[in-house]
């Protein structure tokens, strides 16, 4: 089955209202990429200009984080209603920076992915084990256990993105065939729970990606695309991840 990529930017707690610059070069480079969905991420404050400036371009706007509620009493969240009526068509849930930080359960996260179905977004559901759990060869049971726990029970405008922790900002990567493993785990786990529909979604590989690696995870057998962190802050770094796609 052939899944559209996508190349998603997650800016993290990065960009100021100037940053609209490096958006306008990402827009104008995706232009020129004809085959690649091209997705930034940037913080809660810049959607709704990011999203005015993306409108009727290639380029969509995403949040990083959703609420699980739609409105309400609660102090400093937003939810997937005010990310849609913003202009974001997609959110980030569960980022393992959240799950860590903010203690995210899988429990936590399945309920913001179905917030986001709620709202119309697409949830991309990050997942991915910690170093010391695949020292100890528990690598599939963690990963197979978030998806499990992590994902809604229909997977229509869901997008995964398998993230080792050990691999987040660290420089550090797994082999391609270590990707090609679990890529393949989760593919066959999407399969089994969701028949037709675990093939069409995209599985994206994040951690680390740069331009220099981005040929080498991402043309491993489904991978569908790349969750990019810090080199997603340099229009030039991201286009060309983005250009293994061309
Ligand atoms: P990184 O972050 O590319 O900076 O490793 C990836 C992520 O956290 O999504």
């Given at each position: 089955m052939a899944r559209r990529p996508l190349v998603a930017g997650n800016w993290k707690m990065n960009g100021l209202r100037a940053s609209i610059g490096e958006l306008e070069k990402i827009i104008a480079g995706a232009r020129k990429l004809g085959n690649v969905d091209v997705m930034v991420c940037p913080p809660a404050t810049l959607i709704a200009g990011f999203a005015a400036a993306s409108r009727g371009t290639s380029v969509t706007i995403?949040?990083?984080?959703?609420?699980?509620?739609?409105?309400?009493a609660h102090t400093g969240d937003i939810s997937a209603e005010m990310l849609h009526d913003a202009g974001a068509t997609a959110v980030i849930v569960g980022h393992s920076e959240r799950r860590r930080g903010h203690g995210e359960t899988d429990a936590a996260v399945r309920a913001k992915a179905l917030a986001a179905r709620r709202a119309g977004l697409t949830a991309v559901i990050c997942l991915g084990e910690q170093r010391a759990e695949r020292d100890a060869g528990r690598t599939r049971q963690v990963v197979g256990a978030q998806l499990d726990g992590s994902l809604p029970d229909d997977a229509e405008h869901v997008v995964v993105a398998y993230e080792p922790v050990w691999a987040i900002g660290t420089g550090l990567t797994p082999t391609p065939a270590d990707v090609a493993t679990m890529h393949g785990f989760i593919r066959e786990r999407m399969c089994s729970r969701f028949g037709a529909m675990g093939n069409a979604v995209r599985i994206?590989?994040?951690?680390?990606?740069?331009?220099?690696?981005?040929?080498?995870?991402?043309?491993?057998?489904?991978?569908?695309?790349?969750?990019?962190?810090?080199?997603?802050?340099?229009?030039?770094?991201?286009?060309?991840?983005?250009?293994?796609?061309?």
């Open positions: 995403g949040g990083q984080d959703c609420h699980a509620l739609a409105a309400g994206l590989y994040g951690g680390s990606v740069k331009p220099a690696n981005a040929e080498d995870l991402l043309r491993v057998a489904n991978v569908d695309g790349a969750l990019v962190g810090g080199a997603s802050l340099d229009a030039a770094e991201f286009l060309a991840i983005a250009a293994v796609y061309r």
